[in-house]
């Protein structure tokens, strides 16, 4: 096994990676911005090294600065956690250029799924259903026009290189295509130095549906389920669960081998996510691949008693899967809150500050994700995120009653967060019996529970 792993992020998801890292007896660097110098994953890893200055494409974006640091630690290989340089092909290639072991899938996953456009293209060669759109990604408004009259409106344009919500609009006629076209056009310039737009069909009252992957080098596939993340809002996920309580043994069996079978496609090694769009007719449509550990992968873990960090680690250093699919069992329900430093009634504002108290809550089956404490400062420049609250219960109901419980013991004052939003959506009539699509917050949250100025 690894004898030394770098982990090249910060936060929650670092300290995540470096408590697994340590229950496996691997000892771990963690690299951190000027920013970051008292953050607690800089205290719990085995090394820490300064990467930069605060702003992110000086320090955590800075591919030269975080090969430096593995080199000069002896690292054998680099856990990318998410977001920054998780997906990026330049990090798994300058990692074999320098003998490491980089812990995330090979550099061709992720470009070919991490452009929608030829996402799409192969999911269509293999077979997997797929939201009616464009063939191919443009950047011409009027050839995108042309394209959404095809279709049918309403429409949805997606940055092709994108993700996060970024160089996404809902078009719902042809008078505000051109306008909202070029916006979309121009954020995905911005974000991802590409300009390049895809055109599908907008999918209404879907659920947001994504089936956790695990393949080792031996040709070995399994899925851990699903994850139900249709709490959206701006295509930001907020309350995530697991499993998702109206698909049936059939039909989750069914999107289930259409998720081995998109990832087959493509050869795909270690931990991913695929994604699909779920109508209310219970038809489904593959609408990309997360070629990463994903945010809300603690609902999974609940539910199969499976870390997945851990399998991450061990497929990347070459071990085969120790599960065929037949030993995997869902049991219970697990619920995720991301909790995070920003104010709802002022259009979820960030709210970064010092941290005067807190206290996290305990007690069975609640498992905290954070790196807070009282007298930490949450710094401007990063996400928002400032922890994930999750529960587990024997079914649903038990474990929505557990969330509410454990967000009541909560405690976090000198900032302003989302918790008492989250607790809106815990106590709505519609979340309870479960009447929830991707819509759900905008429409029965921030329209009738809350005075929430959006803008």
């Known amino acids: 096994m690894f004898k030394k792993i ?10 995540r990676i470096i408590r697994t890292c340590k229950e496996m007896g691997i000892k771990t660097v963690a690299v951190y911005s000027e920013a970051d110098t008292d953050s607690v994953h800089v ?3 085995d090394e820490a090294i300064c990467i930069g200055p605060a702003p992110s494409k000086k320090s955590y974006l800075n591919l030269n600065h975080i090969i430096s640091a593995a080199l000069v630690t002896g690292c054998e290989a680099i856990h990318p956690g998410y977001g920054f340089l998780s997906e990026n092909p330049a990090l798994v290639d300058a990692c074999e250029s320098n003998g490491i072991r980089f812990i995330g899938p090979y550099k061709e996953h992720i470009e070919k799924m991490g452009n929608k456009a030829e996402a799409r293209k192969t999911m269509i060669e293999a077979g997997v259903p797929v939201v009616p759109g464009s063939k191919n990604a443009t950047n011409e408004a009027i050839e995108a026009l042309g394209i959404a009259e095809e279709i049918g409106f309403p429409v949805m344009v997606k940055a092709a290189s994108g993700g996060g919500g970024r160089g996404m609009r809902v078009i719902h006629n042809r008078d505000e295509f051109i306008n909202k076209f070029n916006m979309a056009k ?3 310039s911005t974000a991802f130095n590409d300009d390049a737009m895809y055109v599908e069909k907008f999918i209404e009252e879907p659920r947001h549906i994504e089936f956790q992957i695990l393949a080792d080098t031996f040709g070995n596939i399994i899925h851990l389920g699903e994850r139900d993340c249709s709490l959206q809002r701006r295509n930001q996920k907020v309350l995530e669960e697991a499993p998702c309580q109206i698909i049936s043994e059939e039909l989750r069996n069914k999107m289930g081998q259409m998720a081995l079978r998109a990832a087959k496609a493509v050869g795909y090694v270690n931990a991913g996510t695929i994604e699909f769009l ?13 070629t990463r550990i994903q945010v809300e992968h603690p609902i999974t873990e609940m539910v199969t008693g499976i870390d ?3 399998e991450q ?30 104010n709802p009634l002022e259009n979820f504002r960030p709210c970064p500050g010092e941290i005067e108290g807190y206290l996290s809550p305990g007690g069975y089956q609640v498992r905290l994700d954070s790196h807070i404490y009282s007298g930490y400062t949450v710094p401007p420049t990063y996400d928002s995120m400032i922890g994930k609250l999750i529960v587990w219960g024997k079914n649903r109901t038990e474990a929505i009653q557990r969330m509410k419980r454990a967000l009541d013991e909560t405690v976090v004052t000198g900032i302003l967060t989302n918790i008492d939003f989250q607790k809106t959506i815990l106590n709505n009539d519609k979340f309870l019996i479960n009447q929830i699509d991707t819509s759900f917050i905008e429409r029965e949250i921030l329209s009738n529970s809350l005075n929430v100025k959006e803008g």
């Open 6 to 15: 770098l982990v090249a992020n910060r936060g929650e998801i670092a300290l």
């Open 43 to 45: 205290h719990f890893a």
């Open 186 to 188: 121009s954020e995905s």
């Open 278 to 290: 779920l109508d209310k007719h219970h038809n489904f449509y593959f609408i990309e691949m997360n």
């Open 308 to 310: 997945l960090i851990r």
């Open 313 to 342: 680690i061990k497929i990347a250093y070459g071990e085969k899967l120790n599960r065929t699919q037949e030993e995997i069992k869902i049991q219970g329900h697990a619920i995720e809150c991301r909790i995070n430093a920003e």
